[in-house]
């Protein structure tokens, strides 16, 4: 396999991974099964987290102590082969380190690592899709102008739609639909207090599967792949169709043959094909056409592509080792911002009151097409970050407008966002917004 002999022969590369929740922790054990790709600084905001975590995929007792500065993280990689901190910033402070991963999945931290790791010449693997889905563009142009790769993840769900989607053009084939199995039944109203005692005994935090059960995180993972792609839900939020491996063609009927679907060219999540990924797709070729049935591919028109896993995490080093190599990214925004997952309130919400955003009892995330979030002046709910106040009064189901609240004037998300995207709303995002 070429990718492993050209490692071997160029390695180690040497990672710096941000986060020790389950995809950074998971992220570090698969990495120390693995030749030529060394973890050489773990970065998490909670100390009693990290060492618990470092404990457990191996670290040596003796390495257990923070890192404050670069010397120190330098001294510690030199005698241990790993330096532990709750320093983001030495992560593109650290000559050594070739490639960072961010596996934080907040889009104020990612925002700030991806500036920096960036200006640091370091290339960007990132499991933080809400934040690429705010200002992946952005970086990508950014990591592109300096020689270097961003990209999202093999194995969370949008790389493994794209390895699906990139397979299925190559061959010539028309992409019908491509998108995801959601495991929850979707609900609104979810909450993390609705939602604790489930998510303790998941151990997950309350606000991230309050993430899943909304659908915000589907939303979002989808947006990732419309910007990647062009692909557009066919409505706003898409219809969650219901169907098994069996039928999932057939759910992509058009209207005129009778089914659900408007357009072709689609993005959809469907239920009762978790934890898998899809493209449903179409051919012209007569002959091709006659050889799908032989192939086991169904009587047609449209066939599926199915992948039954993702495994998160765990295919990573894939990811790592051609971004370093190659410079080839997994997945990113080619196409630019087509669409944006905008804030809904959860609950009527008054003047006054404090907003959050992913996985909050105060709001849920939507996908829309970028020219309609523009045009309507919709909040990206990824920008409901700190200090947030709503200023005016908003119905539950609306849609929430930077009209409607004042945003944390301390973001750098913020700040970024509104450099990169004043260009593009009809209702302007002024400095007196933010």
């Known amino acids: 396999m070429k990718l492993m002999s050209d490692l071997s022969a160029r390695g180690p590369i040497r990672v710096a991974v941000i986060g020790a929740g389950l995809m950074g922790s998971g992220l570090v054990a698969q990495l120390n099964r693995i030749n030529h790709i060394d973890v050489i600084l773990w970065s998490s905001r909670r100390e009693e987290s990290l060492f618990e975590k470092a404990r457990k995929v191996g670290v040596a007792e003796e390495a257990i102590a923070l890192a404050s500065t670069v010397e120190e993280a330098k001294e510690a990689y030199r005698r241990y082969g790993i330096a532990l901190t709750v320093d983001n910033a030495l992560s593109w402070e650290m000559d050594e380190v070739d490639v960072v991963v961010d596996c934080t999945g907040d889009t104020e931290a990612g925002a700030i690592i991806n500036e920096h790791s960036l200006e640091r010449g370091k290339h960007i693997v990132s499991f933080n899709v809400e934040c690429d889905v705010l200002l992946g563009p952005y970086f990508k142009k950014k990591a592109e102008s300096l020689g270097l790769c961003y990209t999202g993840t093999a194995g969370d769900e949008p790389g493994a739609i794209m390895e699906l989607y990139n397979f299925a053009t190559f061959l010539g084939f028309r992409v019908i639909a491509a998108g995801k199995g959601k495991n929850n039944l979707m609900n609104t109203e979810a909450t993390p207090e609705t939602l604790a005692e489930e998510a303790k ?17 589907t939303m979002v993972e989808l947006n990732a792949v419309a910007n990647a792609t062009g692909l557009l839900p066919d409505v706003a939020g898409c219809h969650g169709l219901h169907a098994n491996i069996d039928t999932l063609a057939e759910a992509f009927k058009t209207k005129d043959e009778g089914g659900k679907i408007e357009n072709k060219g689609i993005l959809e999540y469907v239920m009762g094909i978790a934890p898998g990924v899809f493209v449903v797709v179409e051919t012209d070729e007569p002959l091709i056409r006659e050889e799908m049935p032989y192939l086991s591919m169904g009587e047609g028109p449209r066939y599926v592509f199915y992948r039954p896993y993702h495994l998160t995490n765990i295919e990573t080093p894939i990811t790592i080792a051609k971004a370093f190599l190659y410079g080839e990214p997994t997945i990113s925004p080619d ?24 996985g909050s009892d105060s709001s849920y995330g939507v996908i829309v097409d970028a020219e309609t979030c523009y045009r309507e002046g919709y909040v990206p709910i990824g920008l409901l970050v700190g200090d947030v106040k709503v200023k005016r009064s908003i119905s539950k189901g609306e849609p929430i407008r930077f009209e409607d609240v004042e945003l944390d004037r301390r973001s750098e998300l913020v700040k970024m966002f509104t450099k990169e995207h004043e260009k593009f709303y009809a209702l302007p995002i002024s400095p007196n917004m933010v």
């Open 201 to 217: 005994a998941k151990g997950l935090s309350a606000r991230m599967l309050t993430s899943f059960v909304d659908a915000t995180n």
């Open 335 to 358: 196409k630019g911002y087509v669409a944006h997952t905008v804030a809904v309130a959860k609950r009527d919400l008054s003047p006054g009151e404090p907003l959050s955003g992913i």
